[in-house]
């Protein structure tokens, strides 16, 4: 078989999709391909990747016979490749076509990933089709500085919950916006406009404030609030 196939039949890549991917191994609900993150300082880290129809990536990490992490999102086995630039996993995390380290952004191994996130974002949406988080500040503990986070996405939620989770979060963490802790803090009547739909300046209401959905909740995280969310959602 030169293509994964899940329980129901379903063909996850083509042959040709899959043909110069090194590693390339099937299970009956994925595909796995060797994996790996590059740090200046610590050289290459490797793992194996596995990518499920439902989206969902996996990553057990090889970086030495005594390494015993697994089950790791890209962005976690980016943080523990000790990458310098990290934040940017789509970026950072490679796979090996035809002898070559290729991003995964730049493959087909994130069809699945994409399509559930487009699905996801879907589903946090109100009954007016709009967003319903509002956009969130996090103080940075180098300048003391607040600094805006959207929450438009899962992965946007997710790189909000990882910060405010971070007592030593600095504005060099910011993953998109070319913010340093040299740059003007929002002015306080700019900071009140948080998008709401309800009304721009609301200083929190249910049209704009979640309790916790699939969206701001992760399976993956250690923190009490996201595993109690996971629990009462497999009740």
């Not at 990458?83 to 087909?108: C, F, H, Q, S």
């Not at 007016?128 to 939620?157: I, M, P, Y």
Request: with cysteine; proline share 2%.
């Amino acid at each position: 078989m030169a293509s994964g196939v899940d329980e129901n039949g379903l063909v996850l890549f083509s042959s040709e999709e899959l043909s110069e991917m090194s590693g390339v191994k099937f299970g009956g609900d994925f595909v796995e391909v060797t994996c790996g993150c590059t740090s200046h300082r610590y050289g290459d880290s490797v793992g194996r990747l596995r990518i499920f129809v439902n989206g969902e990536l996996e990553i057990t990490c090889e970086c030495t016979p005594g390494c015993h992490e697994d089950k790791m999102t890209p962005a976690a086995f980016e943080k523990h490749s000790g990458r310098e630039t990290a934040r940017k996993w789509k970026n950072n995390v490679w796979v090996i076509v035809d002898g070559d380290k290729v991003p995964l952004y730049k493959t087909v191994l994130l069809k699945y990933y994409n399509q559930a996130l487009k699905n996801s974002n879907g589903s946090s949406r109100s009954q007016n089709g709009r967003a319903c988080h509002r956009d969130e500040f996090v103080r940075c503990s180098s300048c003391n500085k607040e600094r805006r986070f959207r929450l438009r996405t899962k992965e946007e939620c997710r790189i909000h919950h990882d910060a405010l989770a971070d007592s030593d979060w600095s504005c060099a963490d910011l993953p998109y916006d070319k913010i340093t802790c040299d740059t003007d803090e929002e002015r306080a009547s700019r900071r009140v406009y948080r998008g709401c739909i309800r009304s721009p300046t609301c200083k929190g209401c249910t049209s704009c404030v979640c309790f916790g959905c699939d969206i701001c909740r992760f399976s993956d995280c250690s923190c009490q609030t996201c595993i109690d969310f996971t629990r009462n959602a497999k009740a």
